[in-house]
């Protein structure tokens, strides 16, 4: 009898919860990615030989077009997904040259933690999104 070992695909991504005056920038994914119309903590996945905060610093160049300082640990969750398991490691990251400019995403918002229940997150993003509207101490 043969076991099914199926193992969904593991995904490490990064997220950025890049703050300015007090508001945090949520971008929505667009048409042509997975998850079209969710918002997210922009960033993406760790290449190899990466560490988390050296890709998180790479994505926001590629992603946003503007580079940040990458900051402390936020939320790592995993979630699973039809296309496979997810886990997001997010940190708080802080604009050091450039604005962010869309080049991937539909739309980005500047949001107060108060605000950031008023989008719909891509589940994978909730759990840091829960704790920064708990905490709020930005």
Partial sequence: MKVNSYMPKQINVVGAVLVRDGKILAAQRSQA???????????????????????????????????????????????EYDFGVVTLTTFYTQLVNGDPQLTEHSAIKWL??????????APADVPAVDKLVRTASL
Avoid at 70 to 78: C, D, I, L, R, Y
Avoid at 112 to 121: F, G, I, N, T
């Fill in 33 to 79: 990615m997975s998850l079209p119309g969710l918002w997210e903590f922009p960033g993406g996945k760790i290449e190899p030989g990466e560490t988390p905060e050296q890709a998180l610093a790479r994505e926001m160049k590629e992603e946003l077009l503007c580079d940040v300082t990458v900051g402390e640990h936020v939320e790592t969750t995993a979630y």
């Fill in 112 to 121: 107060a933690p108060a605000e950031l229940r008023d989008v719909e997150w």
